[in-house]
């Protein structure tokens, strides 16, 4: 685990190299949450893996769990089945929105931006889709696949969970699901698509992007200035 500097507002980054369990990540992010909720603690992003696993959200069907190879848990935020595993860079996003306007639409608008940023950087075209949720892109042969997934719950106006996306994942592992109720689009990650697939370089890349959106969200937020933010 490294720790460095924070951010303005104080906000704390934390990488986990280790592949990090669920329960326990579950667990430090609910903490997490409440110590901020009380002035206890700042906020934080978690970088980190997980070993292979599904996770259920509050929308998931039972039938779209195709073959539960690996365990599944109810993570608890919005969404339906998710894969988790090892080539996936998973961020959990502790940030208040209670001085941000409390819009949780402006939240997902400027995550995704943040994403997309970030993948630009390591050399992914990625870009949102209208009607569909999670950050897509074209690949080798030209169909749009998914390459990030959202899934975020706010609790007394802090977030939790947040977003992964596929840096060089086992692809196949995606089949036991229906990943996000999404049926008819492939999954692709960065290596397939042959950008620069270093969870370091990702990382540089979302560090560097987060001023950006860490100002956008609280000055769209809060009325600042005029944004588009989803609505």
Known sequence: MTLSPPFPQQVEWRVDAAPVDYPGALADMEERAAAITAGEAGERVWLLEHPPLYTAGTSADPAELLDPQFPVYNAGRGGRYTYHGPGQRIGYLNISLADRGKDVRNFVHHLEGWMIAALDDVGVAARRAEGRIGIWTDDAQGREAKIGALGIRVRRWVTLH????NVDPDLSHFTGIVPCGISEYPVTSIAALGGEASMTAL?????????????????????????EAGR
């Open 203 to 227: 990382d540089a890349a979302l560090k560097a992007h987060f001023p950006t959106f860490l100002n956008r969200l609280t000055r769209c937020g809060t009325g600042v200035e005029q944004c």
């Open 162 to 165: 947040g977003f992964s996306i």
